[in-house]
């Protein structure tokens, strides 16, 4: 029996033209009277390049990234017009060289990887970067020589986060990066 607080089945897909967002029909073992019908086509949530999009893990949002404007986020509770609108700018800052992102488990925060880079004073600033899913606000840059994401894990409840760096593991506090452990 399907309750009314379960989420829709919700599938983003990327083409070479735009990220559609489709929600399929809910679905029950037990005999219905009236079968829903699919939808036609989904939810045009950017049109434009892209090289990745994900979902947050509660629906709420869709990040797409497009390498000549940034990572995007789209909130999937606004209108196709008002979203559109919305996806004009990046919503994290100096995002266009980011080549992977994931979210936390509660979707909190949003982990990026870009490739390692010097800045202006040939300092290595962090490439792994993690960020508030809710903002946009940069909340610590990490090094990782690596392409991969996987160096950064959160506990279910988001209340830790462990970092795999050689030999070591270090342990922070998510709220505010304190390092309580290694």
């Known amino acids: 029996m399907t309750s009314s607080t379960e989420r829709p089945i919700q599938l983003l897909f ?34 434009g390049k892209t090289t990745f999009h994900l979902l947050s893990p509660n629906g709420s949002a869709a990040f797409i990234h497009d390498a000549s404007v940034g990572l995007i986020k789209c909130d999937l509770s606004l209108s196709a017009a008002a ?27 949003l982990l990026t990887w870009e490739r390692p880079s010097k800045d202006s004073n040939n300092n290595n600033s962090g490439n792994l970067k993690v960020w508030s899913a809710i903002d946009g ?15 950064v894990q959160w506990t279910h409840d988001e209340a830790c986060v462990f970092h795999c760096v050689t030999n070591e593991i270090h342990i ?9 452990g290694k």
């Open 14 to 47: 990327r083409s070479k033209e735009c990220v559609e967002l489709y929600t399929l029909p809910a679905t029950s073992s037990s005999k219905s009277s009236s079968p829903q019908k699919p939808s036609q086509g989904g939810q045009i949530l950017y049109s």
């Open 83 to 109: 979203a559109a609108a919305a996806n004009a700018t990046p919503f994290l800052q100096s995002s266009k060289s980011i080549q992977l992102a994931k979210c936390s488990p509660r979707g909190t925060y």
């Open 137 to 151: 606000t940069l909340l610590q840059s990490l090094s990782c020589k690596k392409a991969t994401l996987e160096t």
């Open 172 to 180: 922070y506090t998510a709220n505010d990066w304190k390092r309580v």
